[in-house]
């Protein structure tokens, strides 16, 4: 049974850090891109990042380039999302997914349960 399961969300004051981590079970991990993705009440789910198998490409939507970094360790079978800088608009659902490539097209054929992120004073 393939499992991705998200942590690390939380609440976190403006300008504040989270990093939150993807634990993958029940397939090989370097056989999948990974992306993250994010969701708020009644908008679309949109595309945060994505990192290649072998992470030589990393995707970021415009929205959270230069405070986002996504990385993964295939032999924890765990891809992380680092998140700087926050801001009251980053406050989602936030999911991680695994699928052929690291583009916000990609097919994504499994995914998370997500964890929320509150970013607020």
């Known amino acids: 049974q393939v499992q991705l399961v998200e942590s690390g969300g939380g609440l976190v004051q403006p300008g504040g850090s989270l990093r939150l981590s993807c634990a993958v079970s029940?397939?090989?991990?370097?056989?999948?891109?990974v992306g993250w993705f994010r969701q708020t009440p009644g908008k679309e789910r949109e595309f945060v990042a994505a990192?290649?198998?072998?992470?030589?490409?990393?995707d970021y939507a415009d929205s959270v380039k230069d405070r986002f970094t996504i990385s993964r360790d295939n032999a924890k079978n765990t891809v992380y999302l680092q998140m700087n800088s926050l801001k009251a608009e980053d406050t989602a659902v936030y999911y991680c997914?695994?699928?052929?490539?690291?583009?916000?097209?990609?097919?994504?054929?499994?995914w998370g349960q997500g964890t929320q992120v509150t970013v607020s004073s």
């Open positions: 997914a695994a699928g052929d490539r690291a583009t916000p097209a990609s097919i994504y054929d499994y």
């Open positions: 029940g397939l090989t991990l370097r056989q999948y891109a």
């Open positions: 990192i290649s198998q072998n992470s030589y490409i990393r």
